[in-house]
């Protein structure tokens, strides 16, 4: 993960987040689909819009990203579950 928040910016350098925040975020992301997701999480347990803005809240070597890019990584996680493509799609 810490390679890929390097990576991350690298490739986008005229992007808001840091090195450390892009790592951070990305774990926050992998935090929020296993809530969303994993069957053993009841229903009423699952992170809400609200928990994760505040969750992230900071996360940008303390500075907070906007809060309406966190509500939409939210909205979309919860609409699409990530996923991983097999090796014929990714080609």
Known sequence: MQVFGSKYLTDNPDNYMTATGAYALSYAIMMLQTSLYNPQIKENERMTRDQFVKLVKGINDGKDIPQ????????RTQKKPLAIHSQEAAQ
Do not use: M, P, R
């Open 68 to 75: 309406e890019v966190a509500a939409s990584i939210f909205d």
